[in-house]
C-alpha cells in the first residue's frame, strides 16, 4: 500500500518528545512490512540549518479568502524513505517548534492548518497517490477533514487515519485567527462558539482513529480520561483501536549504545555499574555504586507526575538514594527542581536541557526510572527503562499499565513497580516498596532487570496491526 505520514516530529530531524520516536520508527517499520512508505512534514529552520535540500517541485501556490500562500517543496531521502517537506519561512523558519521559550506561537492554528492545506497540494502535485494518509496529533488534524471535503476527486479513493499520540493538546484556536481555515465552505459545522477544536475535527472526520496502547484507548471513552473528548469518542467507539508503540531497539540496545562508557546486556550485566558511575559524575553526585540512583527523562508539565512528586522530594532524600532529573519545560517546575538541587547536593541533580546523551545516561545508569505520570498515553522511557536493565516505577495509567508488571499482581513474572492512585502518598508508598526489594532481595531484584531486558515490545508487532487496519480501509 501506499502510506503518506504528515506528521511534525521525526527523530534525527526534529524533536521535541514521543511524537518524533513514532514518526521515526513506524514509517520504517511499516516499509519493513513492505509498503511504500513517504513522510510529509514542515520545513522546520533546525531542518533547512542542516540540510540544504533542492525543490521537488516547481512552486506551488494555494489561496485562501483574499490571501495568497506561496510555498515550496523540497525532498530528503533518509532512511530508503523519502521526506517531503512543506518550505513556507513565515510560518516554519522559526527557532521553536511550536513555542519560543517561554509561550506557544499566536498563529499556530493558522501555521499547522496551511500546513495540512500545504500537504494535500503536494501530494497530489507529487503524484503520490496515497491509498492511506496517515495524520498524527493536533498539528494534522485538518488534513483528514480537508480531505474529505475536498472537491478535485484525487483523494477519493484515499484514506485516512488519525493517531492521537495526546489527547491533551487539542489546538483549540479561534476560528477568526485562522485566515487559511475561514474561507473553507464546510468549516462552519466545525466551529462552536467561535473556536476549532482540531483535535474534535480529527476524530470526526478520520476514517479510522487510533491511540497509542490499548489501555488509553479505553480511557478515552470514559469522562475521567478522555480530556473532555469523550462523547465525541464514544460516538466513534467502532472506528477507535489502541495500538501499543514499540521500542526502537536498534536505537536503544544497552550492548551496543555508543552512549554509554561501557555495554552490557542480559547475560553480562556487571559493566552497568560504569554507567551508573558516569551518570553519577555527570549529575556532580558522590560517586557511590552501594546507593540506588533514580532516574527520569522527561517534558517538565503536569502530565508527567510533577503534582505528587515534587511534594515527596523532600522524603525521599530522607532515604540513601540518588535522584536525576532530565527535563525541560514548566518554568515554575524548573525552579523548584533547581532550588530542591541546592537544597540536596549530594543527593539529587537537575539537568535542565533537552540532550539525547543525558537520556541514555539515565536510562543504562540508573537503577530505577520514575514515571508517576497523570495520564501517559503510551509512555516510551519505561520501555527504555526495561531494555536497559532499570527499573521502571510507574503509575498504572494509559501505556504504562499495558507494558509494566508489578509484583503484587505478577510475582515472579514482575518487571517494574506500579502504584494507581495519583497521590504524594501512593507514590512514595511505592517507591519505598521498591527500595525495599532492592535492598531486601538483590537476587530477585537482579533477575527482575534481566526479565525487563529479555521483554520485548516491537515495531514491527506494531507496524503489523497498523497495516491489518489499513487493509481493512482499502478493502
Ligand atoms: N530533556 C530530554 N532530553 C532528551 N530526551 C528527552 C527529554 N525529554 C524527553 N525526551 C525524550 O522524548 C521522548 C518522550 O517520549 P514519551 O513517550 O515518554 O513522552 P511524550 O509525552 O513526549 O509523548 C507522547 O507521545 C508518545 C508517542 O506516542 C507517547 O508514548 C506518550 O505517552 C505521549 O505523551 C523519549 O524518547 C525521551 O527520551
Given amino acids: 500500500m501506499k502510506i503518506v505520514f504528515a506528521i511534525s516530529e521525526v527523530e534525527e530531524l526534529v524533536k521535541t518528545g514521543g511524537l518524533a520516536d513514532v514518526g521515526k520508527a513506524l514509517p520504517l517499520a511499516l516499509k519493513a512490512s513492505g509498503h511504500d512508505v513517504s513522510i510529509v512534514m514542515p520545513y522546520y529552520k533546525a531542518i533547512a540549518e542542516e540540510y540544504k535540500l533542492a525543490e521537488s517541485l516547481p512552486q506551488q501556490t494555494l489561496f485562501a479568502e483574499s490571501q495568497v500562500y506561496h510555498f515550496k517543496v523540497r525532498q530528503l531521502s533518509w532512511n530508503d524513505i523519502t521526506i517531503h517537506f512543506i518550505d513556507y519561512p513565515e510560518y516554519f523558519d522559526r527557532d521553536g517548534l511550536y513555542s519560543n521559550a517561554y509561550e506557544a506561537y499566536q498563529d499556530n492554528g493558522e501555521r499547522f492548518s496551511f500546513f495540512c492545506g500545504a500537504a494535500l497540494m503536494a501530494m497530489q502535485s507529487l503524484a503520490l497517490n496515497p491509498d492511506v494518509v496517515h495524520c498524527h496529533d493536533w498539528h494534522t488534524a485538518m488534513l483528514p477533514f480537508m480531505l474529505r471535503t475536498d472537491k478535485s476527486g484525487y483523494f477519493d479513493n484515499t484514506r485516512t487515519v488519525f493517531t492521537i499520540h495526546n489527547a491533551a493538546f487539542q489546538g483549540v484556536n479561534k476560528l477568526d485567527d485562522i485566515p487559511f481555515l475561514r474561507h473553507h465552505p464546510s468549516i462552519l459545522s466545525q466551529v462552536h462558539g ?143 527542581l533547581n532550588e530542591y538541587a541546592h537544597k540536596h547536593p549530594d543527593q539529587f541533580a537537575f539537568i535542565n536541557g533537552f540532550s539525547t546523551e543525558h537520556a541514555h545516561l539515565v536510562e543504562s545508569g540508573a537503577d530505577f526510572f520514575l514515571m508517576p505520570s497523570q495520564f501517559e498515553p503510551c509512555g516510551l522511557n519505561q520501555m527504555y527503562s526495561l531494555a536497559y536493565g532499570t527499573i521502571p516505577i510507574v503509575r498504572a495509567v494509559g501505556g504504562l499499565k499495558d507494558t509494566v508488571y508489578d509484583p503484587l499482581n505478577y510475582g515472579e513474572n514482575a518487571t517494574g513497580f506500579v502504584f494507581t492512585e495519583p497521590t504524594p502518598e501512593a507514590l512514595l508508598s511505592c517507591i519505598r516498596r521498591a527500595l525495599l526489594f532492592y535492598y531486601e532481595h538483590p537476587e530477585r531484584f537482579r533477575a527482575m532487570q534481566v526479565r525487563g531486558m529479555q521483554t520485548r515490545f516491537t515495531w514491527q508487532t506494531a507496524a503489523d496491526e497498523y497495516s491489518k487496519l489499513y487493509q481493512t480501509l482499502i478493502r
Fill in 194 to 336: 467561535g473556536y476549532i477544536n482540531m483535535l474534535q475535527t480529527g476524530i470526526e472526520f478520520a476514517d479510522k482513529i487510533t491511540t497509542v496502547s490499548p489501555n488509553y484507548a479505553q480511557e478515552l471513552l470514559t469522562n475521567l480520561g478522555s480530556h473532555g473528548l469523550h462523547d465525541r469518542l464514544v460516538g466513534r467507539q467502532q472506528d477507535l483501536v489502541g495500538i501499543l508503540n514499540g521500542c526502537d531497539y536498534g536505537q536503544w540496545n544497552p550492548a551496543t549504545d555508543t552512549y554509554l562508557p561501557a555495554n552490557f546486556d542480559a547475560e553480562n550485566l556487571t559493566p552497568k555499574s560504569r554507567c551508573k558511575t558516569a551518570l553519577q559524575k555527570v549529575a556532580g553526585l558522590p560517586e557511590k555504586d552501594e546507593v540506588p540512583v533514580l532516574g527520569m527523562v522527561c517534558r517538565l508539565t503536569e502530565q508527567k507526575g510533577f503534582g505528587y512528586l515534587l511534594p515527596i522530594l523532600n522524603d525521599l532524600m530522607d532515604h540513601n538514594i540518588q535522584l536525576v532529573i532530565v527535563g525541560t519545560g514548566d518554568p515554575s517546575v524548573c525552579m523548584d
